[in-house]
């Protein structure tokens, strides 16, 4: 749910798969205090020379972790093991290095071969051979990243998964799904009626949203294998804010009977019904606990908006945020240790984060006006909506604060975004 959409929301009930898009481009800002210096040598690649190492050096950049370093200086550029002259790049100052090259096959497939060394210790970390088609080159690029990002990090990597986000233009909007980075967006739905709310299932393989087309929130989940799509959530009133169980066999979702809304599981078949909340408060936006067995969710039950948990089955409410007088958008870290939401402070809505252990809360971003925040499956970024210069991108903080991202689309306002898991 949007910001705007969250307020007028809370103010009211108070008193009462298609053809590619553009492309986000990306800005980044920052980055940790020590980066990894890293070496790429442009893969050999007769038939679209440079096309992977780009990428790579890109994802790797973006994590905030790594610094690579420009190779066209060093006379040797080696494509195999045995071609490598170690003090050659220990002269670049590089930690690391990555070779590589894409030989064409019999059958029109290519193979990647790539190896990643480690300079210092002048040893191979990882070596590995991919077949594909060549429409599967970026993809592939993406993989890499992620290969070189765990062996070097001891983390799993999030190059090659996707996200999710709703575009508007000239009054039109579209649910978008593309590469981590931005890059290969595809449409799955538009609409001349408000989409909202895209959620991911655990696998991957679905979408829940919120669309209006029928003149009122109704909650759908669509394939995205196959584009068919389901009515999950369609009762009298408002059906709302669809999030997956950790397993993918439920959602909860937020529906208005009467008054005020509140929250309930439903199976992802549409059965099995089942309400977790019951207050005469606002209740909405649940996410589910990593482990499945706690909700949170925001709400007004104590005057004004905040962060709550509760059983999955229901029963005893507890406040979780307390600092600040407005606190909405509630998104949990993977390993369930951190909380994400928008605070309200000084007329400025800003990504915050508290330590649940600790109750220790961090402001991450430097920007005024976000919405949506959402982690990467390792935890280490989080996805969120913003407007900057009046218009509205995406935006990416590592979970330090310490790097930023900037996604941007040409002509679209961009928003409503949701950072898919990995995929098998």
């Not at 499956?377 to 903080?397: F, K, M, W």
Request: hydrophobic residues 40%; proline residues 6%; aromatic residues 8%.
């Amino acid at each position: 749910m949007t910001r705007y959409l969250l307020i007028a929301f809370f103010s009211l009930c108070a008193l009462a798969p298609s053809a590619a898009q553009a492309e986000l481009t990306i800005e980044v800002v920052g980055g940790a205090a020590q980066q990894i210096p890293i070496a790429i040598v442009p893969f050999a690649d007769a038939q679209s020379p440079d096309a992977l190492t780009p990428v790579i050096g890109a994802d790797l950049r973006r994590s905030g972790l790594f610094r690579t370093l420009e190779t066209r200086g060093v006379a040797n550029q080696p494509h195999d093991l045995a071609e490598v002259k170690y003090p050659d790049w220990t002269a670049l100052q590089a930690q690391a290095l990555v070779i590589g090259k894409v030989e064409p096959l019999a059958n029109g497939k290519l193979k990647v071969s790539f190896r990643l060394l480690d300079v210092l210790k002048q040893t191979s970390l990882a070596g590995l051979e991919y077949e594909i088609t060549p429409a599967q080159a970026r993809g592939t690029a993406h993989k890499i990243a992620d290969v070189i990002y765990e062996k070097l990090t001891g983390e799993r990597g999030v190059f090659a998964t996707r996200i999710a986000y709703i575009t508007k233009i000239r009054g039109s909007f579209a649910l978008q799904v593309a590469d981590s980075d931005g890059a290969n967006a595809q449409t799955v739905l538009t609409s001349k009626e408000p989409i909202i709310s895209p959620a991911w299932s655990p696998d991957g393989s679905r979408l829940a949203y919120v669309s209006f087309e029928k003149k009122k929130p109704i909650v759908y989940v669509q394939s995205l294998v196959s584009g068919q799509r389901a009515v999950l959530a369609g009762f009298k009133g408002n059906n709302s804010a669809p999030a997956w169980s950790p397993d993918g066999s439920k959602l909860a979702i937020v529906l208005t009977y009467a008054a005020n809304s509140q929250v309930f599981t439903i199976n992802a078949d549409g059965s099995g019904l089942r309400q977790v909340t019951l207050s005469r408060a606002i209740d909405t936006e649940p996410v589910w606990s990593p482990d499945g067995k706690w909700i949170y969710f925001t709400s007004d039950r104590g005057g004004s908006p905040q962060i709550y948990k509760t059983p999955v089955t229901g029963g005893e409410v507890t406040r979780v945020t307390y600092e600040g007088g407005y606190n909405v958008s509630p998104a949990l870290s993977p390993d369930g240790k951190l909380l994400t939401y928008v605070r309200r402070e000084n007329g400025k809505f800003r990504l915050a984060q508290q330590d649940l252990a600790t109750g220790q809360v961090q402001l991450l971003s430097d920007t005024g006006e976000d919405e949506s925040p959402s982690y990467a499956p390792n935890g280490r970024q989080i996805l969120y909506a913003t407007s900057i210069g009046g218009r509205e991108v995406l935006a990416v903080v590592s979970s330090d604060g310490r790097t930023k991202q900037r996604l941007s689309e040409a002509g679209s306002a961009v928003r409503e975004p949701a950072w898919g898991s990995w995929m098998n």
